[in-house]
């Protein structure tokens, strides 16, 4: 079982930035892929980014490649993402997820309760 717990969001300028953080309880969230998901009002969640366990494999949605970026720090059980050059559209309520699963898992076993991020115009 992997429990995870997001924090870190905010209200913030567009052009500005946001780290979220993502601590995450549980032995098998070390191998884990973990991601990062938002949420839009009224819309499905949609895919942000994602990381293998190991680091070396990294997939972005295009509408933030070059702007977020995921890490992990593995000895505090903690994935981060880095959201630089905010723009109001980024606005919306963000959710880590992890899945014990192999790199390209599509659905994720595990949630977090989501950390809302507003950036302002």
């Known amino acids: 079982q992997v429990q995870l717990v997001e924090s870190g969001g905010g209200l913030v300028q567009a052009g500005g930035s946001l780290r979220l953080s993502c601590a995450a309880s549980g032995r098998s969230f070390s191998r884990s892929v973990a991601a990062w998901f938002r949420q839009f009002p009224g819309k499905e969640r949609e895919f942000v980014a994602a990381?293998?366990?190991?680091?070396?494999?990294?997939e972005y949605a295009d509408s933030v490649k070059g702007r977020f970026t995921i890490s992990r720090d593995s000895a505090k059980n903690t994935v981060y993402l880095q959201m630089n050059s905010l723009k109001p559209e980024d606005t919306a309520v963000y959710y880590c997820?992890?899945?014990?699963?192999?790199?390209?898992?599509?659905?994720?076993?595990?949630w977090g309760q989501g950390t809302q991020v507003t950036v302002s115009s």
């Open positions: 997820a992890a899945d014990p699963g192999g790199w390209g898992v599509k659905m994720y076993t595990y």
């Open positions: 990381g293998s366990w190991t680091g070396d494999n990294t």
